[in-house]
């Protein structure tokens, strides 16, 4: 069976991001065919479906289906976070580079970063940060946010010790935890570890439909029945209130059902980009690292920089993200099969080769 049922035929390798995936023909279908109803009254079927199922994943109370994993962070951490509060995250961190300062604006959360290579969470780096109920001298930290698996990382599997470290004594000192789950499922796949341990680490927990499960849209932000209450409020207040989107949410569903599994043919096809690329020349990435479906590469002093490189490999049929002027990335997904894998192992090798 091919791996990449929604890409259209003949097209461009595309390792942009696991966001660029079409809906496949069965996710149409699921789509057509979804019960509605009118979702500010909380009337949508399928909508309430998703949201039970999501939050019963995760072993939380309820569950709030938003547009976008930017908006669910951006619920998840208000209702922890007050204005004039602080939330802690690494400086990575996507609720911090790429949400585009929402929760600062919209909610007044100030935030403090801590460095972490890779992405990985030391849990005693923001621990040692944290400062609670500071009184009128400091920003009092109400909570911290860890990304699992971490984007700008490079799909970074979070350790589960250091979790639950960072659990144990947030706990203690009364400080919450928010996870950006947008690829809490490749974390699952790639350690076997059940979701709902990993939820059973936080208060709030994102996790996104739309990236490597398939969807075309749609996240879920989970916690206790009074936050996620309180999330829909913020969520109309945010002009989000959605109507018969159970054609939406239809997507999300078939997507854990049929998609979930199929992650771990991401991985698989993730390393093997590496291993290519490092085959060419090691100082781009080490395979080893390449835990889930993201592929971080360095591109080394000497070589032409990232733009140039990534427009070589796009004439060459092959798309890559550039996220700096020497740091690229490759991100595997449901439209990118065995064989695209093979031509992109090819173009990319070929011009690694040539920038020695
Ligand atoms: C780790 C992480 N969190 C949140 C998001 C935000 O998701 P969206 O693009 O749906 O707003 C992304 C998007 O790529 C992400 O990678």
Redo the contacts with the bound molecule.
């Keep these: 069976m091919s791996a990449a049922p929604g890409a259209p035929a003949g097209g461009p390798v595309d390792l942009r ?3 660029v995936t079409r809906p496949t023909a069965g996710m149409r279908r699921a789509m057509a065919e979804a019960e509605v109803g009118d979702d500010v009254y909380g009337e949508d079927p399928t909508v309430n479906a998703l949201e039970e199922e999501v939050a019963g994943l995760l072993g939380h109370e309820a569950g709030l289906f938003c ?7 951006m619920l998840g951490v208000r209702t922890l976070v007050g204005p004039g509060q602080e939330l802690l995250c690494d400086s990575l ?3 911090v580079r ?2 585009l300062g929402g929760h600062a604006a919209l909610a007044g959360v100030t935030t403090r970063t801590w460095a972490a290579p890779a992405g990985l969470l030391d849990a005693e780096v923001p621990l040692a940060m944290a400062v609670p109920r500071a009184g009128p001298y400091l920003v009092s930290t109400t909570a911290i946010a860890v ?1 699992n ?4 990382g490079g799909g970074t599997v979070q350790p589960i010790a250091e979790l639950q470290a960072l659990r144990v004594a947030t706990a203690a000192a009364g400080i919450a935890v928010h996870l ?4 809490l499922w490749n974390a699952h796949v790639a350690t076997g570890i059940p979701l709902d341990e990993y939820g059973a680490l936080a208060d709030t927990v ?1 996790v ?1 439909l ?2 490597g499960l398939g969807a075309p ?1 749609g ?1 879920v932000v989970v916690g206790d029945a009074e936050r996620i209450a309180a999330a829909r409020v913020w969520r109309k207040r945010y002009g989000a209130g959605m109507r018969q989107v159970g054609v939406l949410a239809a997507a999300g569903s078939y997507a854990l059902a049929h998609h979930l599994a199929g992650l771990a043919g991401d991985h698989a096809r993730a390393k093997r980009l590496a291993e290519a690329v490092a085959g060419a020349d090691e100082r781009w990435c080490d395979p080893a690292a390449v835990e889930t479906n993201i592929v971080a590469l360095e591109v080394p002093p000497g070589a032409p920089a990232a733009p140039q490189l990534a427009a070589e490999a796009s004439a060459a049929g092959v798309l890559v993200s550039v996220l700096g002027p020497r740091r690229m990335r490759l991100v595997t997904h449901l439209d990118v099969d065995d064989a695209g894998v093979d031509r992109a192992c090819e173009v990319l090798a070929g011009l690694v080769a040539g920038a020695r």
């Design positions: 991001s696991d966001t547009p976008s994993g930017s908006m669910t962070n961190a996507h609720v790429a949400e990304e698996t971490h984007n700008f950006d789950g947008a690829r994102s996104c739309s990236k849209v996240s």
